[in-house]
Nanobody
Framework: QVQLQESGGGSVQTGGSLRISCTAS????????MAWFRQAPGKEREGVAA????????YYTDSVKDRFTVSLDSTKNTMYLQMNNLKPEDAAMYYC?????????????????????WGEGTLVTISS
C-alpha cells in the first residue's frame, strides 16, 4: 500500500506560476510510473504529466507542453509539477497517482486504470 500526499495548491493569477508536490510513503512500492491528473468541475479527468522509470522519461499532455515541468526527487520520494504561464483552463483539482510496474506506453497514455494509488488532490484556482 502506497500513500500519496499532494501539497502546494492555491490561487494564482493568469500567467503566474505554481509548484505542486506529491510525496509517496514508500519508495520501493510506488512503481515505475507516477503521474499528475486533473479534473475541473463538469469535465472528465485528464492526465497532465508523468515520470517514468525514475525520471528517465517524462510525458506531457499537449495543452501543457512548454509550460509545465514534471520532475522526481527520488531522495525525497517526491514528484513535482512546476506550472508556468497558467491559464484559466488549468484550474482544477490536481491528483497524484502512482502505478505498479507498468510499461512506458501505459504511463505515456496516462492510463488511469493502470494507476494503483491516488492522492486526495490539491486545488489549483486561476484568477484573471
Amino acid at each position: 500500500q502506497v500513500q500519496l500526499q499532494e501539497s502546494g495548491g492555491g490561487s494564482v493569477q493568469t500567467g503566474g506560476s505554481l509548484r505542486i508536490s506529491c510525496t509517496a510513503s514508500s519508495y520501493t512500492d510506488r512503481g515505475n510510473c507516477m503521474a499528475w491528473f486533473r479534473q475541473a468541475p463538469g469535465k472528465e479527468r485528464e492526465g497532465v504529466a508523468a515520470v517514468y522509470s525514475g525520471g528517465q522519461s517524462r510525458y506531457y499532455t499537449d495543452s501543457v507542453k512548454d509550460r509545465f515541468t514534471v520532475s522526481l526527487d527520488s531522495t525525497k520520494n517526491t514528484m513535482y509539477l512546476q506550472m508556468n504561464n497558467l491559464k484559466p483552463e488549468d484550474a482544477a483539482m490536481y491528483y497524484c497517482a502512482a502505478a505498479g510496474w507498468i510499461g512506458p506506453v501505459q504511463c505515456m497514455r496516462f492510463d488511469p486504470d493502470a494507476m494503483a494509488w491516488w492522492g486526495e488532490g490539491t486545488l489549483v484556482t486561476i484568477s484573471s
